[in-house]
């Protein structure tokens, strides 16, 4: 992310058409979500051997569960055989230690090996250990389960998600749980959600109450870098009126505290904020070139779960308000890019973080 | 458009594809709606300066407003920071003399200069000259508002509008409003419209209610050149009796006033008809390859909404059963012309107007 | 088909794309589609000179109906002149011997043959021989109608449907009628439909009710060709106790009595299965490249639907489970073929007829 300092420097935007064709937006498929790590769940919502969840990635089917020894799995959840789909039920539990496909029978482990074909007819040709399920590497952090239909590369968690796992370490992320699940159908490329999400040029026309509290974004600058941006004064928290009642996560420095938030990103998918007393965490994923799926959970430690002055409502009550604010800021944009004029944009230098963290990235990912 | 006399020559129709594939169908928005003079509304839909209406031009959202001295003006719906709508209401009027972005709040005078880019940082490479709204030319002329995405060219009516303008002089209809407005989608391509429009060979057969008051009509031959079609005997305009007994339109030449009807027709979106008591004008906008949206609307002088017999019901049912019986023959036609082997159909002599009018104009517009 | 007998080879499955993807799917209509002899109905839905039914094959619409004569007669349902569409009605009958296009007139026989075109010109270079309806062959089996769009080619029905005329002659279905229409779309390309119909590896976890009647099925062998599969011991039909009350058809050879069924399947689109006491046919259509529409008819002799122990309901039961498992079955193998990395599947020696009977006659006809 940029160090939020405004450059003065003018850049066109990535070329328009790359919001809004078909084509193109399966390379982009191709080039970051089929070979990137993405954030698909919470960890508990494949909490047990055997439970499982069917979560898709552009138009590819991921079944995601536990084996005995609790280790999360993830395959395609397509047969070897013949093609059929293995599950076709959203979540659920698996009966037994296999997954056994639904046409003609075949079984195979939790760990993917196939174990047995039907009414087996001696075939010298047939080697069972070539016919496992289409792995996908699937790792946890902070609550979460995160897959990579590009098995190679790192599959360890601070290796594969980058900076952002030391950045929220002291939150201890593990030790919470999705206190309310948020989720949002929004009528834009990914890229567009990536971009209103990395600059806050346009806080102050569509984000009042975040810059209340926030008054830095309202000075339409961005860049946690330098420990800026501040709370308003007397504000410890994202909410209506900057205060709360709830416990503190105690392990944060103080310089975290005074921050208000924290933020780690992992491109293309996923954000994480940490706050004094709840974390949140967004993950998106795309439903087409010109649409996409939000969701967001709020996390709490169980002592805060538990705490008299929980309030799930006005725990939620303001990054709700935000997040549908940004939501309807993509929308517009990316109706207004179907001008054949504009071939692309400009990048203003208060949005520099948009040219340096996006569309590098961008550039770089479809070479 | 033709004379009218039948030449006994054949001709083949447009190729069959060309009513139906989705890439020829975008080849024609470029080569037709993009460069072509089109109405879209009526002058009064934008009546005050600050007043706005966004229209849909194939793809293309174009926003028309009127400056403080009344001007019309019209421009792309869309920011030239980074592509977002500017309006997203499809009519209403600005709070001030300035359209405002609602991302990030550029504003531009309503003559499309960018005026000003909140929280400016010094950047000398920007040059606000350069950022003004994508602009799309506008003219008025016979109470109706008109655009061309191609803004080379003639900006004068009677030289962009072409004949028409002179044809329809006496009807001063610019002095008109519009008593009724019917809106009706049709399931056809746009080229099926004109050659329904241009043709009379089809009138026996689906339109009796017209053949009734224009008998030439049922004999199946078309062309006004020569001031047929005449009305039948008795009948002075068109409706279910051939008679009204509202006032006239006061300048009409004697042979204006016998004809009964008076034809423009501007390809490739617009016809308008005058007769003694009431004109109408039709306009057509493509939905896509298959599909388009007529507008039809009634025009009356002040005098005759005002008159004693004035009766919306009776002035329009006439035309409306026409515009109905048109509508349905348009989509059988198409339905059909999904055949396989029909490579192409046979355009009969009575038709000459539809090898003359449409498709030479068409033949030459793609090339 | 296979003779049933496994021969331990292993065979790729076609590409997954052939499955999914719209170009080849394209490439399948005109390869296979238009080209093969197909059933589009029960000839009792023509029955009458002048009576008509409209069939869509793919994206085109075929008109059926019969000369004075009783000849089923097909055409495209476009017509010659500038293709409207000619019967907008999906069945109906005719005013006259004609058949009058309703755009402008244009008459043609019960043949084809264009007769009258209205407010005739003289015109030296039209030759209304050149403009007979676009002819489909036609013809009649076993109380079912069905076409070839490429009208070259054998025109007899023993000739043209190949060995199943043969095989089913001794229930002379032309003499049956259909007591019972099921229609059921199934979201899967074509080909999964027979590739599920032409092995019986899926059959011991997908048809419990079917493996009981028919315990060969419950070895996942198929193939019928040495009078094997049998019956259990005791059953005599297809029905969910294998017994039936109903009459039996009186021809068949002891074999086909004892066989319990004999099939008779024509690619890509007809499947028909004799018992002792009724018949059943299954012609499928496509309706895009992931949907297909199955009609399902039981046909039985007068005397058996005048029969005191007829009961519809008991005699459609058994073979509507089975439709229904079937189609389930199907569904989920197309779901999981949009794996990125499932390129093919394997056929198994059980499903040999896979291979040899559906995938060699693909591949020789996209040749």
Redesign the interface.
């Known amino acids: 992310m940029s160090d939020g300092q ?1 450059t ?3 850049h066109a ?1 990535l070329p ?1 058409r790359y919001y809004t064709d078909p084509d193109h937006y399966n390379r982009e498929l191709e080039a970051f979500w ?1 070979r990137s790590w993405l954030c698909v769940g919470a960890a508990d919502e494949v909490a047990e051997p055997r439970s499982f969840k069917v979560v898709e990635v552009g ?3 991921i079944l995601l569960t536990r084996d005995a020894e609790g280790r999360l799995q993830a395959f ?11 599950c ?1 039920q959203a979540s659920g539990s698996f009966p037994s230690d296999q997954i056994i496909c ?4 075949w079984s195979y482990g939790l760990d993917g090996a196939l174990q047995r ?3 087996e ?6 080697d069972a250990s070539q ?1 496992s399920l ?1 792995g996908v590497s699937a790792i946890e952090w902070a609550g979460h389960m995160f897959i990579n239909l590009d098995t190679d590369g790192p599959q360890d968690a601070d290796e594969a998600l980058g900076p952002m796992t030391e950045r929220l370490r002291n939150w201890h992320l593990d030790q919470t749980r999705v206190g309310h699940r948020m989720i949002r159908d929004v009528k834009c490329n990914w890229k567009v959600f990536w ?1 209103n999400a990395t600059e806050c ?2 806080c ?3 984000h009042p109450e975040l810059c209340r509290v926030v008054p830095y974004y309202g ?2 600058k961005l860049g946690p870098g330098d420990g800026s941006p501040r709370l308003a004064e007397g504000a410890v928290t994202w909410s209506l009126d900057g205060q709360t009642t709830l416990p503190w996560f105690p392990d944060l420095t103080e310089e975290q505290q005074k921050a208000g938030h924290t933020y780690g990103m992992m491109l293309p998918n996923f954000i994480v904020v940490g706050h004094v007393d709840y974390a949140r965490v967004i993950y998106m994923l795309p439903l087409g070139p010109e649409s996409i799926r939000l969701t967001i959970h709020w996390l709490f430690r169980d002592e805060t779960l538990a705490h008299d002055d929980f309030d799930i409502d006005k725990a939620i009550e303001f990054a709700a308000i935000v997040v549908d604010q940004d939501a309807k ?1 993509c929308e ?2 990316q ?8 071939e692309a ?6 949005e520099s973080s948009v040219h340096e963290f996006i569309h590098q990235w961008i550039h770089d990912g479809l070479q």
Not at 345 to 350: A, L, T
Request: glycine share 10%.
């Open positions: 405004a003065g420097a003018l935007t328009t089929f138009d590819q089917s395609h959840n397509t047969c070897r055989h013949r093609g059929s789909v293995l076709e639904p046409y003609h029978g074909t039907p009414f007819i001696p075939c010298d040709a047939f016919y289409y971009e040029y346009h102050p026309g569509i000075q339409t800021a517009l944009n109706k207004g890019l179907h001008c054949r004029r504009h944009g400009v990048v203003m230098p208060q």
